[in-house]
């Protein structure tokens, strides 16, 4: 079993930062991908960025240049930098790690999700 610690949501007012780490830790042998999503009520929840093993990555294109993802393998950390933040980056943020475990390969987990609220 995997088990995913987001942390550093909150409120913040529009043009300002936040940071966002998800730890996974557990019986994990390679953690592949990892991702950030966010979702608002009512909307599908849509890939915000996402990195590789190997540090490629990619955005959605309404953050690039905005948000940063980043990872640590060793500590199998993933972390969002968003800056210039909006109120429409308003949404539950969710991370997701595709990991190899003991019993599975490829499986997807997922974090409880932190609220990022950005006031006007």
């Known amino acids: 079993q995997v088990q995913l610690v987001e942390s550093g949501g909150g409120l913040v007012q529009a043009g300002g930062s936040l940071r966002l780490s998800c730890a996974a830790s557990?019986?994990?042998?390679?953690?592949?991908?990892m991702a950030w999503y966010r979702q608002v009520p009512g909307k599908q929840r849509e890939l915000v960025a996402g990195?590789?093993?190997?540090?490629?990555?990619n955005y959605a294109d309404s953050v690039k240049g905005r948000f940063t993802i980043s990872r640590d393998n060793a500590k199998n950390l993933v972390e969002l930098q968003m800056n210039s933040l909006k109120p429409d980056d308003t949404a539950v943020y969710y991370c997701?790690?595709?990991?190899?475990?003991?019993?599975?390969?490829?499986?997807?987990?997922w974090g409880k999700g932190t609220l990022v609220t950005v006031s006007s």
């Open positions: 997701k790690v595709v990991c190899d475990t003991g019993d599975a390969s490829g499986m997807n987990y």
């Open positions: 557990g019986n994990i042998i390679s953690v592949n991908f």
């Open positions: 990195i590789s093993k190997g540090g490629w990555t």
